[in-house]
């Protein structure tokens, strides 16, 4: 009797970037998860079409739940993580585990005032405000090779800047509107960030875990918000010890 193929792992990236953002957590990953991986394109996003009106979490997470090839290992980076928690919340038979990736929570009036001025400043200087997050995420003296820089930053530039913002938008607020919903998640959770992240703090990542019943968390040493950039190996490791302990409960 053949056997029965694992369940697949589908990753999520964080808003303004694409798919490709996790080239070398894959490259890292193929054999260690030793199971299919695909990443996917937001919407508004990539090779999808942009959004042409103010959009909810709910409405990227039902864009994403109907391109899901079935029940599958969620991995979810920023607002990746964000869409992630909805599916593992009202879709939990397509998500055997979810694991949410450098990911804000319930953040405090001082920190939804921080990314609402990110999101004003946006607004009114796209161009600068992608320098930001270049200097934000790689800051002099990153180990982050600088064709990767370049890489994030011609993504960041590509954007339909009107797109960009209405998902930027759900970015700033979606934490507000998912979490009250974290304690309802019931499928194995994982939660990881880097500990100089300063915009997905490892706070954020403690009040996750402790959110989400019968959550891990992990904080990664030295590394900032891009982190399937900045760690893919050491993420990869984490990630796939995670799975391979879910996938024994969760039918895989």
Request: glycine letters at 8%; charged letters at 20%.
């Amino acid at each position: 009797m053949a056997a029965t193929a694992k369940l697949p792992v589908v990753l999520l990236h964080g808003v303004g970037l694409d798919h490709t953002m996790w080239d070398a957590f894959r490259a890292a990953g193929q054999d260690s998860l030793g199971r299919p991986v695909a990443a996917l394109d937001l919407p508004g996003h990539g090779a999808r079409p942009p959004l042409t009106a103010p959009a909810a979490l709910a409405e990227l997470a039902d864009d994403v739940a109907a391109r899901l090839p079935g029940r599958v290992h969620l991995v979810g980076f920023s607002l990746g993580a964000l869409i992630a928690q909805h599916l593992a919340r009202y879709r939990p038979e397509l998500v055997a585990s979810l694991t949410s990736v450098s990911s804000v929570c319930r953040r405090t009036p001082a920190e939804a005032a921080a990314v609402a001025a990110r999101l004003a400043a946006a607004s009114e200087d796209f161009p600068a405000s992608v320098e930001a997050s270049i200097t934000r995420w790689y800051p002099a003296g990153s180990t982050v090779p600088d064709g990767e820089v370049a890489r994030t930053r011609s993504v960041l530039l590509a954007n339909n800047v009107p797109s960009y913002l209405h998902a930027y938008r759900v970015f700033a607020t979606g934490d507000a509107e998912i979490g009250p919903e974290l304690g309802a998640i019931g499928v194995p959770s994982l939660a990881v960030t880097g500990e100089l992240d300063p915009g997905s703090t490892p706070e954020m990542t403690r009040r996750l875990g402790a959110a989400v019943p019968g959550a891990r968390t992990a904080v990664v040493p030295d590394t900032r918000h891009m982190l399937p950039v900045e760690r893919p190996a050491e993420l990869a490791a984490i990630i796939t010890e995670f799975i391979d302990e879910a996938s024994q409960n969760c039918h895989d």
